[in-house]
């Protein structure tokens, strides 16, 4: 099996310069949680999910992490505390990043496939812990072809083991 019969070849894709405000609507309005992000010629040069909106509106300095050691427990626990995560703010990061475009927010070294890449390479990728990636575009000199989701690489290995 190979990355060809597991994708969706019709890829909803961003533009690099499109505002975080229009992609965060976007992203509303759909069932997936990130888009590949393209440039002029359709290359693509990113990802965006919600993950990297959740980072632009509660950014991580505003967390403070306290050990708490508690009996009988020999190790500490961190707790997270956010001292800043209020409506107004949110309100204030909205507006001022509204306007950005979408490349300065997204993750621009991308985990790719080719449309012949073997399932266990998509496998690989998909359950490595480091990243969390919930789906691999799938490229061709750099132009998305399709995206391979964990659904879809579970339903074809459910579907093979079931024949």
Known sequence: M????????AVETVHEDDAVS???????RRD???????????????VVTQ???????????????????????????DYGIDLSWNELETELDLAKNAGKPVKKIM???????GPDADVDDVLAILAADERDVNRVPVVEDDVVVGIVTRQD?????H???NQ
């Open 51 to 77: 993950r990297d909106f959740v980072e632009l509106f509660q950014p991580k300095d505003h967390t403070v992490w306290i050990p708490i050691g508690l009996p009988p427990f020999l190790e500490t626990l």
């Open 22 to 28: 229009d992609v965060l609507q976007q992203l509303a």
């Open 32 to 46: 997936f949680t990130g888009f590949p992000v393209v440039d002029d010629d359709d290359r693509l040069v990113g």
């Open 107 to 113: 993750t621009p070294d991308v985990l790719t496939v």
């Open 2 to 9: 190979q990355a060809r019969d597991l994708m969706t070849e």
């Open 159 to 161: 579907d093979e083991r």
């Open 153 to 157: 690489v579970l339903r074809a290995l």
